[in-house]
């Protein structure tokens, strides 16, 4: 689902107006040609760095969450194995698959994306509620309030409770600090 999401970014990237940008805020003045060189470039860098991190950044992440989990019910004295965690871990990331197929018509709808604005293409945090130019922080954060997220902290909770034989309210409150805390 990673990949079919990075296929169908790459080619609508703007990577020239975000470099525009980048130049204009910076405040430099930079040749036409010097630009379609950048552009070109980051263009090849972006395309390889990506599909990397589309294929590996899934897994990498679900071994890295189940690490910090195991470790952090290990210090309370829960006892459960890693590979239980691993699979509880990438059990709760199946929300944020629906949401990345839920994505895939939003993102065929756009003939350009802006890399800054991916976390608003779709509607399911709650970062709306604030403009990004007004409360640049505020929105961050609210954006971070999303449904799927929320979803995979419950389900998150739910499996390794189950696997620490421990209440949900205590693994739901190791969990939603662990996040809140990212």
Sequence with gaps: C??????L???????????????EKRGQTVPEERIQSIVSTQRKVIQVTTVVFGALTPT????????VYWASF???????T???G???????????????LLLVPVILQRQTLDPRGMGELLQSNLG????????????????????FSLWSLVLLTIGLSAAARVSRKAAGGVVFAIWFIY
């Design 86 to 100: 691993l699979g509880a871990t990438t059990h709760s990331f199946l929300p944020g698959v629906l949401g990345a």
């Design 128 to 147: 709306f509620l604030v403009d990004k130019s007004s409360s640049a922080m505020l929105h961050s954060l609210l954006q971070s309030i999303d449904v």
């Design 2 to 7: 990673s990949l079919l999401i990075t296929a």
């Design 60 to 67: 990498l992440i679900s071994l890295l969450v189940a690490l």
């Design 82 to 84: 890693y590979r239980q």
């Design 9 to 23: 970014i790459l080619p609508r990237l703007d990577v020239e107006k975000m470099i525009r940008q980048t130049l």
């Design 74 to 80: 290990k210090a309370f004295g829960w006892d459960f």
